[in-house]
């Protein structure tokens, strides 16, 4: 039963040009990039050859169909997905608030930031450096104005400046050869080696792109970014520099009867296609193959297959026996902007999808009394105390050890809550959304794929753990 105010009716605004979708797209690569790139997936090339990169293909190309149907709802209502989701089973609000922070609260991207800036610098302990990037997370996010914008505007830089390194690394360090035994492995559907660790193999597959529930956060970008009824909604503004905006706890809809209003649609549809497919899912299956391919030319011929953070800093020492000091540090200093990237991105995921749930039940829906003593903060102040919050737990946790085993336990559950939440997307915008917006054929074939890819490897989860 839908205990939440009903949508409003209001017409969808106007779409900007297709050339200007270039925003969530690079914040979702910004994660692309990250430790799956820099860690899973080149230890488990490294450790078993090229021909896992299909899987990488098919990881990274669920979560374009993921990513493009949890905007379509996004376009639709200004809704992030948690508050549809309780339409339809009220519930829903405890299981995604406690999931997400059980997924993201571990700080194993600070962790191995902590060790890729040791050995650049090559002074200051792995605590030191690790608690100083969180306090740059922090120090960014209240400097700017409106936090998505804050944050897509440093992406705009991290991303393009980690990919020129990348190409220019790629250019020294590979032959043709390699780039064409990589690409026969890109299209061995299929094929998996025995003795891959399917835990290892499913984290990798889940961060090939976003992964878990960082898919979902995608509405809450799109929203924020004000993307078709998104702008309605209102902005998530620093209460200490920015100017507040009301910010609805619900979202609206519009008439698919008139034909200008489906015209945008389409529009807006071609905004997110191009902003997910050519910047996400392109871009960043390019990141994830230079990454991989150059892991595997390097430490394969000598033997070498490090673990967790390691990985990283072994190939910088190689390159820095070829090219010097230079080729070392200019490693380090991708593999940091890589990482940076995708810390400082899932904090803030994980701060919206906390303040989000919290605002929109304290506003509206069965669980009013509960969220009762919240009420009169905003979401604005939800999302700025939150990230203090989960900034400092972070530091706290940083005392554990490893970083890989933590990004494989977040990738594994990652994993089980992708089997949960892509049916219910493929629910959702079939049977809640307007006949003529609904997802082609195509898309709910995609989905339904992928849907049971999901289902498998949890099946494979389950049996490998009791066994």
């Known amino acids: 039963m839908d205990n939440y105010p009903p949508l409003q009716e209001r017409e969808l605004p106007k779409p900007p040009h297709w050339s200007k979708a270039l925003g969530v797209g690079i914040v979702v690569m910004g994660l692309a990039i990250g430790t799956g790139e820099l860690i899973l997936w080149p230890h488990l090339i490294t450790k078993h050859g090229l021909s896992l990169l299909w899987l990488a293909l098919v990881g990274i190309g669920c979560q374009y169909f993921i990513n493009r149907e949890v905007a379509r709802h996004e376009v639709a209502t200004g809704e992030g997905f948690f508050t549809t989701s309780a339409r339809i089973f009220k519930w829903s609000v405890f299981f995604w608030f406690f999931s997400a922070i059980i997924l993201y609260i571990w700080?194993?991207?600070?962790?191995?930031?902590?060790?890729t800036l040791g050995a650049l610098f090559g002074f200051g302990t792995h605590l030191f450096w690790s608690w100083?990037?969180?306090?740059?997370?922090?120090?960014?996010?209240?400097s700017g104005r409106i936090a998505y914008s804050m944050l897509e505007r440093s992406l705009k830089i991290l991303v393009p400046t980690f990919f020129v390194l990348l190409v220019v690394i790629?250019?020294?360090?590979?032959?043709?050869?390699?780039?064409?035994?990589?690409?026969?492995?890109?299209?061995?559907?299929?094929?998996?080696?025995?003795?891959?660790?399917?835990?290892v193999l499913l984290g990798a597959i889940v961060f090939a792109g976003a992964g878990g529930m960082l898919n979902l956060a995608v509405s809450l970008w799109y929203r924020d970014k004000q993307v078709g009824m998104g702008k309605y909604i209102g902005r998530i503004t620093n209460?200490?520099?920015?100017?507040?905006?009301?910010?609805?706890?619900?979202?609206?809809?519009?008439?698919?009867?008139k034909p200008e209003n489906m015209k945008r649609w389409r529009g807006w549809m071609r905004y997110v296609t191009i902003d997910q497919g050519i910047i996400f899912f392109f871009l960043g299956f390019i990141c994830l193959f230079l990454l991989s391919v150059n892991a595997y030319a390097v430490l394969t011929p000598k033997g070498l297959v490090p673990e967790g953070m390691q990985i990283a800093v072994v190939q910088a020492e190689i390159f820095g026996n070829i090219w010097g000091v230079v080729g070392y540090k200019l490693f380090l200093a991708m593999a940091f902007l890589m990482i940076f990237a995708v810390m400082w991105t899932v904090i803030d995921a994980l701060t919206r999808m906390v303040s989000d749930i919290i605002y929109t039940n304290a506003q509206a829906g069965p669980f009013v009394r509960l969220f009762a003593p919240l009420k009169k903060l905003s979401l604005s102040q939800l999302y700025y105390s939150s990230i203090v919050i989960i900034v400092a737990a972070g530091a706290l946790l940083l005392l554990l050890h490893q970083p890989l085993t933590l990004l494989v336990i977040s990738g594994v559950l990652s994993g089980l809550t992708m089997t949960i939440y892509t049916p219910f997307l493929i629910y959702i915008n079939n049977r809640h959304l307007p006949k003529a917006i609904r997802?082609?054929?195509?898309?709910?074939?995609?989905?339904?794929?992928?849907?049971?890819?999901?289902?498998?490897?949890?099946?494979?989860?389950i049996t490998s753990y009791f066994a």
Do not use: H, Q
């Not at 100083?132 to 209240?142: K, N, P």
């Not at 507040?244 to 009867?257: H, Q, R």
């Open 170 to 199: 790629s250019c020294f360090n590979l032959t043709w050869a390699d780039i064409s035994a990589a690409l026969r492995g890109t299209f061995a559907f299929g094929t998996i080696p025995e003795g891959v660790d399917i835990n």
């Open 439 to 461: 997802p082609s054929i195509l898309t709910n074939a995609a989905m339904l794929c992928i849907s049971l890819f999901y289902v498998y490897f949890a099946e494979r989860i």
């Open 132 to 142: 100083t990037t969180l306090g740059l997370v922090l120090l960014l996010t209240f």
């Open 107 to 115: 700080p194993g991207w600070a962790s191995a930031i902590g060790t």
């Open 239 to 257: 209460p200490i520099t920015g100017k507040s905006e009301a910010i609805s706890a619900t979202g609206y809809k519009f008439d698919t009867s």
